[in-house]
Protein backbone atom coordinates (compact mmCIF):
# COMPACT_ATOMS: atom_id res chain seq x y z
CA UNK A 1 0.00 0.00 0.00
CA UNK A 2 2.95 2.11 -0.42
CA UNK A 3 0.64 4.45 -3.25
CA UNK A 4 -1.05 5.21 0.12
CA UNK A 5 -0.04 8.39 1.71
CA UNK A 6 -0.89 9.00 4.88
CA UNK A 7 0.79 10.09 8.08
CA UNK A 8 0.19 7.10 11.09
CA UNK A 9 -0.46 8.71 14.38
CA UNK A 10 -0.12 6.55 17.62
CA UNK A 11 -3.47 8.15 18.50
CA UNK A 12 -5.79 7.61 15.64
CA UNK A 13 -8.93 5.58 13.78
CA UNK A 14 -8.13 2.44 12.24
CA UNK A 15 -9.98 2.14 8.72
CA UNK A 16 -10.46 -0.67 6.82
CA UNK A 17 -12.01 -1.42 3.48
CA UNK A 18 -12.83 -3.77 0.54
CA UNK A 19 -10.34 -2.58 -1.80
CA UNK A 20 -7.22 -0.23 -2.43
CA UNK A 21 -9.70 2.28 -4.13
CA UNK A 22 -12.14 2.57 -1.32
CA UNK A 23 -9.78 3.13 1.13
CA UNK A 24 -7.91 5.77 -0.70
CA UNK A 25 -11.16 7.40 -0.57
CA UNK A 26 -11.51 6.80 3.32
CA UNK A 27 -8.12 8.02 3.55
CA UNK A 28 -9.37 10.99 1.12
CA UNK A 29 -12.49 11.40 3.78
CA UNK A 30 -10.71 11.21 7.07
CA UNK A 31 -8.09 14.08 6.15
CA UNK A 32 -10.79 16.64 4.43
CA UNK A 33 -12.20 15.98 8.35
CA UNK A 34 -8.95 16.40 9.74
CA UNK A 35 -9.47 13.02 11.28
CA UNK A 36 -6.27 11.48 13.03
CA UNK A 37 -5.34 7.99 11.06
CA UNK A 38 -3.58 4.94 12.93
CA UNK A 39 -3.81 2.50 10.42
CA UNK A 40 -5.52 1.61 7.25
CA UNK A 41 -5.80 -1.77 4.92
CA UNK A 42 -7.92 -3.71 3.39
CA UNK A 43 -9.81 -6.97 4.05
CA UNK A 44 -11.62 -8.44 7.07
CA UNK A 45 -10.99 -7.24 11.11
CA UNK A 46 -8.08 -9.09 11.94
CA UNK A 47 -5.99 -9.89 15.18
CA UNK A 48 -3.56 -7.36 14.69
CA UNK A 49 -6.53 -4.88 13.86
CA UNK A 50 -7.73 -5.61 17.34
CA UNK A 51 -4.09 -5.02 18.75
CA UNK A 52 -3.83 -1.44 17.14
CA UNK A 53 -6.86 -0.76 18.31
CA UNK A 54 -6.37 -1.62 22.02
CA UNK A 55 -3.64 0.62 22.40
CA UNK A 56 -5.39 3.41 21.54
CA UNK A 57 -6.07 5.49 24.68
CA UNK A 58 -8.31 8.04 23.39
CA UNK A 59 -11.48 6.45 23.51
CA UNK A 60 -12.99 9.28 20.86
CA UNK A 61 -10.05 7.78 18.33
CA UNK A 62 -10.21 3.62 19.47
CA UNK A 63 -12.84 3.27 16.52
CA UNK A 64 -13.17 1.02 13.59
CA UNK A 65 -14.25 2.71 10.13
CA UNK A 66 -15.08 -0.25 8.09
CA UNK A 67 -16.15 -0.01 4.48
CA UNK A 68 -17.97 -3.14 2.32
CA UNK A 69 -16.46 -5.28 4.56
CA UNK A 70 -18.06 -8.69 6.38
CA UNK A 71 -18.10 -7.98 10.34
CA UNK A 72 -18.87 -11.43 12.05
CA UNK A 73 -20.33 -11.76 15.55
CA UNK A 74 -17.40 -12.63 17.06
CA UNK A 75 -15.40 -10.15 16.12
CA UNK A 76 -18.12 -7.23 17.40
CA UNK A 77 -17.73 -8.76 20.70
CA UNK A 78 -14.11 -8.23 20.93
CA UNK A 79 -14.31 -4.72 19.46
CA UNK A 80 -16.98 -4.32 22.51
CA UNK A 81 -15.17 -5.72 24.79
CA UNK A 82 -11.49 -3.32 23.96
CA UNK A 83 -14.30 -0.58 25.19
CA UNK A 84 -14.01 0.56 21.30
CA UNK A 85 -16.66 1.62 18.34
CA UNK A 86 -16.96 0.40 15.26
CA UNK A 87 -18.98 2.14 12.33
CA UNK A 88 -19.25 0.37 9.26
CA UNK A 89 -21.20 0.15 5.88
CA UNK A 90 -21.37 0.44 2.08
CA UNK A 91 -21.62 3.89 1.55
CA UNK A 92 -18.48 6.04 2.97
CA UNK A 93 -19.73 9.58 3.65
CA UNK A 94 -22.40 7.75 6.15
CA UNK A 95 -19.58 5.94 7.72
CA UNK A 96 -18.00 8.65 8.22
CA UNK A 97 -21.38 11.45 9.15
CA UNK A 98 -22.02 8.49 11.86
CA UNK A 99 -18.36 8.76 13.38
CA UNK A 100 -18.73 12.71 13.37
CA UNK A 101 -21.99 12.16 15.23
CA UNK A 102 -20.30 10.68 17.71
CA UNK A 103 -17.14 12.61 18.19
CA UNK A 104 -19.61 15.59 18.72
CA UNK A 105 -21.47 13.59 21.99
CA UNK A 106 -18.14 12.32 23.30
CA UNK A 107 -16.75 15.70 23.28
CA UNK A 108 -19.66 17.03 25.08
CA UNK A 109 -19.64 14.09 27.77
CA UNK A 110 -15.99 14.97 28.04
CA UNK A 111 -16.75 18.23 28.70
CA UNK A 112 -19.19 17.62 31.13
CA UNK A 113 -16.77 15.84 32.87
CA UNK A 114 -13.85 18.68 32.83
CA UNK A 115 -15.91 20.86 33.55
CA UNK A 116 -17.66 19.48 36.55
CA UNK A 117 -14.40 19.14 38.17
CA UNK A 118 -13.03 22.80 37.70
CA UNK A 119 -14.18 26.30 39.26
CA UNK A 120 -16.53 27.61 36.95
CA UNK A 121 -16.46 31.59 36.63
CA UNK A 122 -18.97 33.51 39.08
CA UNK A 123 -19.85 35.97 40.85
CA UNK A 124 -22.33 35.86 44.46
CA UNK A 125 -23.14 38.30 46.58
CA UNK A 126 -23.81 37.74 50.06
CA UNK A 127 -27.34 38.16 51.12
CA UNK A 128 -28.50 40.29 53.90
CA UNK A 129 -30.08 38.47 56.51
CA UNK A 130 -28.90 35.76 55.51
CA UNK A 131 -26.30 34.24 57.79
CA UNK A 132 -27.49 30.84 59.34
CA UNK A 133 -24.52 29.94 60.90
CA UNK A 134 -20.85 32.30 61.58
CA UNK A 135 -19.01 29.30 60.99
CA UNK A 136 -17.70 25.63 61.34
CA UNK A 137 -18.55 25.75 58.38
CA UNK A 138 -20.15 28.81 57.56
CA UNK A 139 -23.91 28.60 55.86
CA UNK A 140 -25.04 31.49 53.86
CA UNK A 141 -27.26 33.06 51.25
CA UNK A 142 -26.27 33.90 48.41
CA UNK A 143 -27.90 35.17 44.73
CA UNK A 144 -25.63 34.32 41.68
CA UNK A 145 -25.23 38.17 40.04
CA UNK A 146 -23.48 36.25 37.12
CA UNK A 147 -21.82 32.42 35.88
CA UNK A 148 -22.13 28.75 36.99
CA UNK A 149 -21.48 28.24 40.87
CA UNK A 150 -20.82 24.39 41.71
CA UNK A 151 -19.39 22.32 44.52
CA UNK A 152 -15.81 22.50 45.36
CA UNK A 153 -15.65 26.13 43.36
CA UNK A 154 -12.57 28.18 45.04
CA UNK A 155 -13.62 31.57 46.31
CA UNK A 156 -12.36 34.74 46.50
CA UNK A 157 -13.39 38.47 48.02
CA UNK A 158 -12.87 41.35 45.44
CA UNK A 159 -9.61 42.29 46.73
CA UNK A 160 -8.58 38.86 46.12
CA UNK A 161 -8.19 37.17 49.75
CA UNK A 162 -9.12 32.93 48.80
CA UNK A 163 -11.62 31.95 51.25
CA UNK A 164 -11.75 28.08 50.14
CA UNK A 165 -14.16 25.50 48.37
CA UNK A 166 -17.56 25.86 48.71
CA UNK A 167 -18.56 22.44 50.38
CA UNK A 168 -22.11 22.13 49.74
CA UNK A 169 -24.58 24.17 47.80
CA UNK A 170 -28.63 24.11 48.63
CA UNK A 171 -31.59 25.33 46.86
CA UNK A 172 -35.08 25.14 48.77
CA UNK A 173 -32.92 22.33 51.20
CA UNK A 174 -32.61 20.28 48.80
CA UNK A 175 -28.49 19.87 47.47
CA UNK A 176 -27.55 20.65 44.22
CA UNK A 177 -24.22 20.43 42.29
CA UNK A 178 -24.58 23.74 40.87
CA UNK A 179 -26.31 27.02 40.20
CA UNK A 180 -26.74 30.00 37.99
CA UNK A 181 -27.32 33.60 37.43
CA UNK A 182 -30.27 34.74 39.65
CA UNK A 183 -30.24 31.64 41.67
CA UNK A 184 -30.72 32.40 44.88
CA UNK A 185 -29.26 29.25 47.24
CA UNK A 186 -27.34 28.57 50.57
CA UNK A 187 -23.70 27.45 50.83
CA UNK A 188 -21.62 26.08 52.88
CA UNK A 189 -17.93 27.15 53.51
CA UNK A 190 -15.18 26.63 56.34
CA UNK A 191 -14.67 30.44 56.71
CA UNK A 192 -15.47 32.55 59.51
CA UNK A 193 -18.27 35.51 58.14
CA UNK A 194 -17.17 38.78 60.12
CA UNK A 195 -13.99 38.19 60.27
CA UNK A 196 -13.56 36.49 56.35
CA UNK A 197 -16.60 38.02 54.97
CA UNK A 198 -20.04 39.73 55.84
CA UNK A 199 -22.93 40.37 54.59
CA UNK A 200 -23.54 42.11 51.21
CA UNK A 201 -19.87 41.01 50.35
CA UNK A 202 -18.92 40.41 46.85
CA UNK A 203 -17.58 37.14 45.82
CA UNK A 204 -15.87 35.55 42.92
CA UNK A 205 -14.34 32.79 41.73
CA UNK A 206 -11.00 32.36 42.22
CA UNK A 207 -9.03 30.32 38.91
CA UNK A 208 -6.09 28.63 39.23
CA UNK A 209 -3.84 28.29 35.72
CA UNK A 210 -5.56 24.23 35.60
CA UNK A 211 -9.17 25.71 35.78
CA UNK A 212 -8.55 28.11 33.18
CA UNK A 213 -6.71 25.45 30.55
CA UNK A 214 -10.11 23.76 30.80
CA UNK A 215 -12.77 26.61 31.04
CA UNK A 216 -10.80 27.99 27.88
CA UNK A 217 -10.88 24.13 26.12
CA UNK A 218 -14.70 23.65 26.40
CA UNK A 219 -14.97 27.77 26.20
CA UNK A 220 -18.10 26.43 23.73
CA UNK A 221 -19.81 24.78 26.50
CA UNK A 222 -20.03 27.77 29.08
CA UNK A 223 -23.00 30.23 29.13
CA UNK A 224 -23.39 33.28 27.82
CA UNK A 225 -22.45 35.11 31.90
CA UNK A 226 -19.38 32.70 32.22
CA UNK A 227 -17.60 34.16 28.69
CA UNK A 228 -18.44 37.71 29.89
CA UNK A 229 -16.86 37.42 33.57
CA UNK A 230 -14.04 35.66 31.72
CA UNK A 231 -13.35 39.17 30.03
CA UNK A 232 -14.52 40.91 32.97
CA UNK A 233 -11.41 39.08 35.02
CA UNK A 234 -8.99 39.75 31.82
CA UNK A 235 -8.47 36.17 31.36
CA UNK A 236 -9.79 36.31 27.46
CA UNK A 237 -10.00 39.96 25.37
Do not use: W
Request: hydrophobic letters at 40%; a neutral charge.
Amino acid sequence: FEEIEFTKETEGVILKAESIGSLEAMISFAKKLNIPIKSASIGKIKKEDLIQLELIKDLKYRVILAFNIEIDDETKEKIKSLNAKIFSGNVIYRIFEEYDKFLKEYEKYEAELALKNVTRPVKIKILEGCIFRRSNPAIIGVEIIRGCLQKNSTLKTLDGKILGKVNDIQKEKISIEKAFTNDKVAISMDINVGRDCKENDILISHLEKNDIEILLKYKKYLTNDEIELLKEFQIIP
